[in-house]
């Protein structure tokens, strides 16, 4: 039975499909690059020096996001919001002092790092280094730098200047630079890795510096109207940096606990499983570039029944691409994660575990989007944290014993309580159904004052 369209929403969904199969195109090559990226990597490294790069990587991640103070979340809520009530001056310099926090922050999180990491030298076991913390503090301020480059660029309706850059360029210049340096009889190490990767993505970045103001965009950082911008939005940016050092933490900690626990190399093997179930998100992650700032739009201006249909559609869009990528996993784990090395196929059951957890990820649909774009992030904070926050605890009981199986199926379990929970929060208290059953939702909802 065909689901007929509503006409006054037709143009919405055409309109939030298309942009979201731009972004999906870029994803997809995003994903394949990066894919390439750890495959070049893992071919041209010993395991113990590639898992020294993921646990690097893993932990300039979480780092990057701390550093963004909550800004890359807070631009795509805010700037469509102001300029709906037509405070475009205002808009604009929560672009610039969001980029002048986020670059301060940056500076002052990888300094620590390093300080961090040069008193621990003592304690030590015999030869191992530093060297990977160093390496990933260089990653810190243009990653989090990117992330926020983005969000401001596609708050503004830019999807190319927005994605292109960081997600394509950078991501094919990285294996293209492993690759020739490796022709030439050049071996890289972890940190060597670390630091190539932060060295090109600062190219990428003045890049696209260049391309945005050339098409009149708003991104350069200003320190003027950074004390009035804390004063007037340093609460909701402090729960917004909470809600995304949460995403980005129950992505990323595992590996660094594996890591800690284990060893490298076995941080190594997780951190390819983690990275390859990642792959069902792609859709849902592409959509919901697209979709945050047009939730923020219509729920604020009451426009529930649009609201609901953008979030209908990427649930059923994420799902199906979701679920075909999960069928191939269980057909070809073994044989995918071959691809980085025949010692990482025995991850399949990592693989499929982590998989099963994202695949309700994607059926509970973009709870998390709508949860911070219609000013419930203390919720989602408080509910998504602690589920989430218990697993890792559980973790730290569970892989002494189980190893890394045991961190993953934890991971799983905990992620689909988690998404159930806010998927439900979002249905009874926001009046968004985010899950699959949302696109029945969409004929009986009504609009409502302007919020």
């Given at each position: 039975?065909?689901?007929?369209?509503?006409?006054?929403?037709?143009?919405?969904?055409?309109?939030?499909?298309?942009?979201?199969?731009g972004?999906?195109?870029?994803?997809?090559?995003?994903?394949?690059?990066?894919?390439?990226t750890?495959v070049?990597?893992?071919?041209?490294?010993?395991?113990?020096?590639?898992?020294?790069?993921?646990?690097?990587?893993?932990?300039?991640?979480?780092?990057?996001?701390?550093a963004?103070?909550?800004?890359?979340?807070?631009?795509?809520r805010?700037?469509?919001?102001l300029?709906?009530?037509?405070?475009?001056?205002?808009?604009?310099?929560?672009?610039?002092?969001?980029?002048?926090?986020?670059?301060g922050?940056s500076?002052?999180?990888a300094?620590?790092?390093?300080?961090?990491a040069?008193?621990?030298?003592?304690?030590?076991?015999?030869?191992?280094?530093?060297?990977?913390?160093?390496?990933?503090a260089?990653l810190?301020?243009?990653?989090?730098?990117?992330?926020?480059?983005s969000?401001?660029l596609?708050a503004?309706?830019?999807?190319?200047?927005?994605?292109?850059?960081?997600?394509?360029?950078?991501?094919?210049?990285?294996?293209?630079?492993?690759?020739?340096?490796?022709?030439?009889g050049?071996?890289?190490?972890?940190?060597?890795?670390?630091?190539?990767?932060?060295?090109?993505?600062?190219?990428?970045l003045?890049?696209?510096?260049?391309?945005?103001?050339?098409?009149?965009?708003?991104?350069?950082?200003r320190?003027?109207?950074?004390?009035?911008?804390?004063?007037?939005?340093?609460?909701?940016?402090?729960?917004?940096?909470?809600?995304?050092?949460?995403?980005?933490f129950?992505?990323?900690?595992?590996?660094?606990?594996v890591?800690?626990?284990?060893?490298?190399?076995?941080?190594?093997l997780?951190?390819?499983?983690?990275?390859?179930?990642?792959?069902?998100?792609?859709?849902?992650?592409a959509?919901?570039?697209?979709?945050?700032?047009?939730?923020?739009?219509?729920?604020?201006a009451?426009?529930?029944?649009?609201?609901?249909?953008?979030?209908?559609?990427?649930?059923?869009?994420?799902?199906?691409?979701?679920l075909?990528?999960?069928?191939?996993?269980?057909?070809f784990?073994?044989?995918?994660?071959?691809?980085?090395?025949?010692a990482?196929?025995?991850?399949?059951?990592?693989?499929?575990?982590l998989?099963l957890?994202?695949?309700?990820?994607?059926?509970?649909?973009?709870?998390?989007?709508?949860?911070?774009m219609?000013?419930?992030?203390?919720?989602?904070?408080a509910?998504?944290?602690?589920?989430?926050?218990?697993?890792?605890?559980?973790q730290?009981?569970?892989?002494?014993?189980?190893?890394?199986?045991?961190?993953?199926?934890?991971?799983?379990?905990?992620?689909?309580?988690?998404?159930?929970?806010?998927?439900?929060?979002?249905?009874?208290?926001?009046?968004?159904?985010?899950s699959?059953?949302?696109?029945?939702a969409?004929?009986?909802?009504t609009?409502?004052?302007?919020?």
């Amino acid at each position: 039975m065909r689901l007929a369209v509503p006409t006054d929403l037709h143009g919405l969904l055409s309109t939030g499909l298309l942009r979201s199969v731009g972004s999906l195109g870029i994803k997809v090559a995003t994903a394949g690059l990066t894919y390439i990226t750890y495959v070049v990597l893992s071919r041209t490294m010993t395991e113990s020096e590639y898992g020294h790069f993921a646990f690097g990587l893993a932990l300039a991640t979480v780092l990057a996001i701390l550093a963004g103070m909550g800004q890359s979340t807070a631009i795509l809520r805010l700037w469509p919001q102001l300029r709906g009530r037509g405070e475009n001056r205002d808009a604009e310099a929560v672009v610039a002092a969001g980029s002048a926090i986020t670059i301060g922050a940056s500076l002052v999180v990888a300094g620590l790092l390093c300080v961090v990491a040069v008193f621990s030298i003592p304690f030590l076991p015999p030869r191992e280094t530093v060297n990977h913390f160093i390496g990933a503090a260089f990653l810190v301020l243009p990653m989090a730098l990117a992330e926020y480059n983005s969000s401001v660029l596609r708050a503004q309706n830019s999807l190319w200047t927005a994605l292109v850059p960081r997600d394509i360029i950078w991501r094919l210049a990285l294996p293209l630079a492993v690759i020739g340096l490796f022709a030439m009889g050049v071996v890289l190490s972890g940190p060597d890795a670390l630091t190539l990767s932060a060295a090109l993505l600062i190219g990428a970045l003045v890049l696209q510096a260049w391309l945005a103001l050339r098409r009149c965009y708003v991104v350069l950082p200003r320190l003027a109207p950074v004390r009035a911008h804390w004063q007037r939005w340093g609460k909701l940016s402090k729960w917004l940096l909470l809600g995304a050092l949460i995403e980005t933490f129950t992505l990323n900690a595992d590996v660094i606990l594996v890591g800690l626990m284990l060893d490298l190399e076995s941080s190594g093997l997780y951190f390819n499983a983690f990275r390859t179930a990642g792959l069902m998100t792609l859709f849902t992650f592409a959509i919901e570039l697209v979709i945050a700032p047009m939730v923020a739009e219509h729920y604020h201006a009451g426009a529930m029944r649009k609201a609901q249909a953008i979030t209908a559609l990427c649930a059923w869009a994420g799902f199906v691409f979701s679920l075909l990528i999960f069928a191939l996993f269980l057909g070809f784990g073994d044989f995918i994660l071959s691809l980085f090395g025949p010692a990482y196929a025995e991850g399949s059951l990592v693989l499929v575990l982590l998989a099963l957890g994202l695949l309700f990820d994607a059926a509970t649909g973009p709870s998390k989007i709508v949860m911070m774009m219609t000013g419930h992030e203390r919720a989602y904070v408080a509910i998504f944290g602690a589920i989430m926050g218990l697993g890792f605890l559980v973790q730290i009981v569970v892989i002494p014993i189980w190893g890394i199986v045991g961190a993953a199926a934890v991971n799983m379990g905990a992620r689909i309580i988690a998404q159930i929970a806010i998927a439900l929060w979002c249905r009874y208290r926001i009046g968004l159904d985010t899950s699959l059953l949302g696109a029945l939702a969409v004929p009986r909802l009504t609009d409502a004052a302007a919020r």
